[in-house]
């Protein structure tokens, strides 16, 4: 397999501005909160398995998840959100192994929030990190998503500590300038994979 970039950012990071770049010059990004979506998409095992254990109710009218009731159901019990880790992670893993191994651009990102969370960076060659600080996750955030400030700070307490990530990457990109300074960055990081992937 050719070289396999993660990157990785805390909520409001800015890692999908980053992904997106590089996607237009032709790099395949495999999306961990993509692929968490295909596995449980209507005919998927997995959906049948979330029916008969939650009841058809986390079910919408045409047949697909409701992921706001799951979420909510998930989140008020710990219980039942090990059981959900239980049944998707492993079917996740497929399908992002399936995604990479499908990829034929000169290096591959896999791009997830949860990359140094559990076990993703194993697919992983190096690990970039997209930093800011807290202050401008809360503001970006709550520009973007419209929650409140309360849900915002609990969301990125529920995240891997910013020092944490940084002290586990092999590159980071400082986004808490403007888009023009992220793409600047986001130039010398393409050019540097491309040499990284020939002499690999």
Do not use: C
């Not at 032709?26 to 959906?47: F, K």
């Not at 194993?122 to 807290?134: E, G, K, Q, S, Y």
Request: proline share 3%; charged share 30%.
């Amino acid at each position: 397999m050719a070289l396999v970039v993660g990157i990785t950012g805390g909520i409001g990071s800015g890692k999908s501005a980053l992904t997106n770049y590089l996607e237009a010059r032709g790099i395949t990004v495999v999306d961990a909160d993509l692929a968490a979506r295909v596995v449980v998409e209507p005919g998927q095992p997995a959906l049948e398995a979330i029916a008969a254990h939650f009841g058809r109710d986390i079910l919408l009218t045409d047949g697909g998840l409701d992921r706001a009731a799951l979420r909510k159901r998930v989140f008020d019990d710990p219980g039942e959100r090990r059981w959900l880790e239980r049944l998707t992670h492993p079917l996740i893993g497929e399908e992002i192994e399936r995604q990479l191994a499908a990829s034929t651009s000169a290096y591959t990102v896999l791009s997830s929030p949860l990359l140094l969370e559990g076990e993703q960076s194993r697919w992983t060659d190096l690990v970039v990190v997209v930093d800011v600080p807290v202050e401008t996750q809360v503001a970006r955030t709550m520009a973007r998503d419209d929650n409140d400030e309360a849900q915002v700070r609990r969301i990125i307490a529920a995240q891997m500590e910013r020092d944490q990530r940084l002290d586990r990457a092999d590159i980071i990109i400082d986004n808490s300038g403007t888009l023009a300074d992220l793409e600047e960055q986001a130039a010398e990081l393409h050019k540097e994979l491309l040499a990284r992937a020939e002499l690999g």
